[in-house]
């Protein structure tokens, strides 16, 4: 069996964006801890657990992808990279800058880059499409997480 790079880079890359926005994330707690939260808004360890395991499918989703024997979409990676990138953005917003609602305009965004990453997975790797679901109703559910607090504490 051959060595295969990319799973160690590919898990890599998944992680430092995960650690990336942690540190933004527990940065900006204090600040956190003082809004007005809607009544739906889950725990601490319930987000973390969330996070990780969204993490953990879509390092799986992209393993799947990156290994299999038909040409790379270069769009598909660049809507995986500006995912990442997105991801790290939402925590600076929220969490370092406090802007709330340009936090939810970013989430949106994300989510439009999560539907067009699942149909593009969906033409050619199903298992990973299927394996993303979870990203997309997750940033839905944040989302609208979001927008309430936004409005609770406008």
């Keep these: 069996m051959k060595f295969r790079w990319n799973y160690i880079i590919i898990p890599l890359i998944i992680a430092l964006v995960g650690y990336g926005g942690s540190l933004l994330t527990f940065k900006g707690m204090d600040w ?33 992808f990156w290994n299999s024997k038909e040409k790379k979409s270069k769009t598909l990676i660049g809507l995986l990279i500006v995912n990442a990138l997105l991801n790290v953005l939402w925590s600076a917003l929220f969490f370092s800058f406090h802007l709330i609602l340009w936090s939810v305009v970013e989430m949106i965004v994300l989510n439009i880059v999560n539907i067009a990453i699942t149909t593009l997975f969906w033409k050619k790797h199903k298992v990973s499409a299927i394996l993303w679901l979870p990203y997309i109703i997750w940033v839905g559910v944040a989302t609208y997480l979001a927008y309430s607090i936004f409005s609770l504490n406008s």
């Design 32 to 64: 956190y801890d003082t809004l007005t939260l809607p009544s739906a808004a889950p725990q601490g360890w319930f987000i973390s657990g969330a996070w990780t395991t969204i993490f953990i499918l879509s390092m799986i989703a992209v393993l799947i």
